[in-house]
């Protein structure tokens, strides 16, 4: 399995950015996926959610700004984020659990994890 994110980058408060997953060996659609995020200085945090009926959840501090998608037949997992904010600074992970729902799940419950997009907003 191998999950590949890209489109992260630098850009100014109130700006944009998606954030892709293309996963291989896995099949996205019959599953939950979700991403992540670590600042500086912190613990890695979840930040949105999608499982195999389309349901999505968002952490508090993302909602109304990012939205999850996934694209199954490109196999790919997107993050549209909107509003940014300093806050959101982190290097983003595309996550894949093995089980069809993701309610509740913890960073501990998702199998495997891209390596990282950084994500750089500024004041």
């Known amino acids: 399995v191998r999950l590949v994110e890209s489109g992260g980058g630098s850009v100014q408060a109130g700006g944009s950015l998606r954030l892709s997953c293309a996963a291989s060996?896995?099949?996205?659609?019959?599953?939950?996926m979700g991403w992540f995020r670590q600042a500086p200085g912190k613990e890695r945090e979840g930040v949105a959610f999608i499982d195999s009926n389309d349901a999505t959840g968002y952490a508090g501090f993302v909602k109304g700004r990012f939205t999850i998608s996934r694209d199954n037949a490109e196999n790919t997992l997107y993050l549209e984020m909107s509003s940014l904010k300093p806050e959101d600074t982190a290097i983003y992970y595309c996550?894949?659990?093995?089980?069809?729902?993701?309610?509740?799940?913890?960073?501990?419950?998702?199998?495997?994890w891209g390596q990282g997009t950084r994500v750089t907003v500024s004041s």
């Open positions: 060996g896995y099949t996205a659609s019959g599953n939950c």
């Open positions: 996550a894949a659990r093995l089980y069809l729902f993701c309610g509740g799940a913890q960073s501990a419950d998702f199998s495997y």
